[in-house]
């Protein structure tokens, strides 16, 4: 998904883009990274987006959300689950932050009052942002998705709040049957005497 900055009008510019199965797979099933974050996209998602071009850069404000399906941390039963992901990115030209450098803390600092007093408008301010850089002509939003659902998925998902997980002994769903395991805990010390058999 690509979008030219010349695209992005005085009144901004929305977008609807859908999010196919391929790069939700990619992100998810870690094919990009090497890591696998046990998450599985079920259906495509639809990007919504608002850009506009403000000090210099453009803010990016977007959300979508994703239908995924995971292990149960506990008894490991797919659980579907939906995340939802919203993010407001400060984009900034690489030459722009790379003349920044150059800048000393007053000049900075009267950009800065001339933003916010122009075109930020309302109480938004970019500080409120996370900033990534661009190339200034065209912005790629697929890395931009990808970070994000990252940043949004949950640590781990339960089948349910009061889920009893599988039997430590027989590896019986305790949620399913009730297995005739003794799951108290047995001191490691005393653990051996289990063996011992005793011949009559």
Do not use: H, Y
């Amino acid at each position: 998904m690509l979008v030219k900055v010349d695209q992005i009008k005085d009144a901004g510019l929305k977008l609807e883009e859908p999010v196919n199965l391929e790069l939700l797979g990619e992100t998810l099933g870690g094919a990009a990274s090497g890591e696998d974050t046990g998450f599985r996209a079920t259906a495509p998602a639809t990007l919504k987006a608002s850009l506009r071009k403000l000090g210099g850069g453009v803010l990016l404000e977007g959300r979508f959300t994703v239908d995924v399906t995971s292990p149960c941390k506990r008894c490991l039963t797919d659980v579907a689950t939906k995340v939802p992901v919203e993010f407001t990115l400060n984009l900034v030209p690489e030459s722009l932050a790379r003349g920044d450098d150059f800048k000393d803390d007053d000049e900075k600092a009267m950009e800065k009052k001339e933003r916010s007093q122009g075109e930020s408008g309302g109480s938004f301010g970019l500080d409120d942002a996370d900033q990534e850089l661009f190339d200034g002509r065209v912005i790629n939003l697929d890395p931009i998705v990808r970070e994000q659902l990252l940043l949004a998925l949950p640590m781990s998902a339960v089948c349910r709040d009061d889920c009893k997980g599988l039997c430590s002994q027989c590896g019986a769903n305790r949620n399913d049957v009730a297995c005739a395991c003794d799951t108290r805990p047995v001191d490691p010390r005393l653990a051996p005497l289990k063996n011992i058999k005793l011949s009559n």
